[in-house]
């Protein structure tokens, strides 16, 4: 059974970079098979998909943040990672990180992070 | 962009009885269309993909049609977890859109 467990930061400042973590348990991050992904949704608002990785390296983002958010994965530690850069409080959202096959819907996904982006 | 639109924001239905809920996309997606719930603070959870196949373990009184651009996920016989929100999402073309989700509640 897959798990995911996303980590980091509640708290982060205006004009800073968020820094969060995924940590997955039964199914790998370098397989070929899967593509990982972060998605993220503000207080009472819709979801938003972020970005993915596939077999550690390739990397595809939502053009409305292309120029300040960055994935990638540590296969050692079978993790991948989220950095969002020059945050405002309109990135302060539950971030979620899922696994989904090419050509699939988000199949399974972490249980969320919020991140309040306030000085 | 996709923009998928869904209708209506809120649904007010007694138990036992059923929910329409409807989802438009602003270009074809052809049957590359997911349906998920969510509860108060848990992660979406999916229910239908290819915009008809339900998930697994997901309950038969959910079902899901349409192609192209209108869709449409029915669920049947409400019991009281299926009160939640429900978001469409499109994943025949990048980026990834959702729905704004509609809000099922108890009448």
């Known amino acids: 059974q897959v798990q995911l467990q996303e980590s980091g930061p509640g708290l982060v400042k205006p004009s800073e970079t968020l820094s969060l973590t995924c940590t997955v348990s039964g199914g790998s991050v370098s397989s070929g098979r899967y593509y990982w992904s972060w998605i993220r949704q503000p207080p009472g608002k819709g979801l938003e998909w972020l970005g993915y990785?596939?077999?550690?390296?390739?990397?595809n983002y939502n053009p409305s943040l292309k120029s300040r958010v960055t994935i990638s994965a540590d296969t050692s530690k079978n993790q991948f990672s989220l950095s969002l850069s020059s945050v405002t409080a309109a990135d302060t959202a539950v971030y979620y990180c899922?696994?989904?096959?090419?050509?699939?819907?988000?199949?399974?996904w972490g249980q969320g992070t919020l991140v309040t982006v306030s000085s | 962009e996709i923009v998928m639109t869904q209708s209506p924001a809120t649904l007010s239905v007694s138990p036992g009885e059923s929910a329409t809920l409807s989802c438009w996309a602003s270009q074809s997606v052809s049957s590359n269309l997911a349906w998920y719930q969510q509860k108060p603070g848990q992660a979406p959870r999916l229910l239908i993909y290819g915009a008809s196949t339900r998930a697994t373990g997901i309950p038969a009184r959910f079902s899901g049609s349409g192609s192209g651009t209108e869709f449409t996920l029915t669920i049947s016989s409400l019991q009281s977890e299926d009160f939640a929100v429900y978001y469409c999402?499109?994943?025949?073309?990048?980026?990834?859109?959702f729905g704004q989700g509609t809000k099922l509640e108890i009448k």
């Open positions: 999402q499109q994943y025949n073309n990048w980026p990834y859109s």
């Open positions: 990785i596939y077999n550690s390296e390739r990397t």
């Open positions: 899922a696994r989904f096959y090419g050509g699939m819907p988000f199949e399974y």
